[in-house]
Antibody
Framework: EVQLVESGGGLVRPGASLTLSCVAS????????MTWVRQVPGKGLEWVGR??????????DYASPVSDRFTISRDDSKNTLYLQMNSLKTDDTAVYYC?????????????WGQGTLVTVSS | EIVLTQSPGTLSLSPGETATLSCSAS?????????LAWFQQKPGQAPSLLIL???TRATGIPDRFSGSGSGTDFTLTINRLEPEDVAVYYC?????????FGPGTKLEIK
């Protein structure tokens, strides 16, 4: 069974930094392209960024609102995805989800974590 | 950035009816013209993947759910609505960076 478990959320002041983690199990993490998506409570989904697998170059792409403040990285030895968030703003308040997908001959399946809430407030 | 527009904003239908949800893109996705996914988010849950490649159901998704379209206009059709289909449905394009989501369609069952 595939599981993605996010952690690291909490209440922080504007301007602070925070690092989220997403531990994956049941999936071949080294082959997985991993994505962060966020959702302001009661609002829609917003794509934050994605990191490719190392075999595909491990390149990272970001959404414009976070591209100069957030860093996505991965540690394949720990099956863990990270989201380092700097210079946090009140607009960054959201539930942060990690997600991935796995495609086999029988089809593709998407996987999402349960999310971790980040609240940026003074 | 490609902007996705979804309509209607809210859809209220009875069990057994057919729901038709639309997703329109501000521009095509270039060579990845079918790079459109649909997600379902039930109340209090994380989103789940329904459709990718505009029309391919994800593993385990019932054939009541079908996707169609290409270019800039896409449709998610849900046949024989059931009470468990109550959710917000989001489209997402993954053909052009940055990837973007539509604002969602809320499906209510009367």
């Amino acid at each position: 069974e595939v599981q993605l478990v996010e952690s690291g959320g909490g209440l922080v002041r504007p301007g602070a930094s925070l690092t989220l983690s997403c531990v994956a199990s049941g999936v071949t993490f080294t082959d997985a392209w991993m994505t962060w998506v966020r959702q302001v409570p009661g609002k829609g989904l917003e794509w934050v960024g994605r990191i490719k697998s190392k075999s595909d170059g491990a390149s990272v792409d970001y959404a414009s609102p976070v591209s100069d403040r957030f860093t996505i990285s991965r540690d394949d030895s720990k099956n863990t995805l990270y989201l380092q968030m700097n210079s946090l703003k009140t607009d960054d308040t959201a539930v942060y989800y990690c997600s991935t997908y796995n495609c086999l001959e029988t089809g593709c399946t998407g996987y999402w974590g349960q999310g971790t809430l980040v609240t940026v407030s003074s | 950035e490609i902007v996705l527009t979804q309509s209607p904003g809210t859809l209220s239908l009875s069990p057994g009816e057919t729901a038709t949800l639309s997703c329109s893109a501000s521009q095509s996705f270039g060579s990845s013209y079918l790079a459109l996914a649909w997600f379902q988010q039930k109340p209090g849950q994380a989103p789940s993947l329904l459709i990718l490649g505009a029309s391919t159901r994800a593993t385990g998704i019932p054939d009541r759910f079908s996707g169609s379209g290409s270019g800039t206009d896409f449709t998610l059709t849900i046949n024989r609505l059931e009470p468990e289909d109550v959710a917000v449905y989001y489209c997402q394009q993954y053909g052009t960076l940055p990837y973007t989501f539509g604002p969602g369609t809320k499906l209510e069952i009367k």
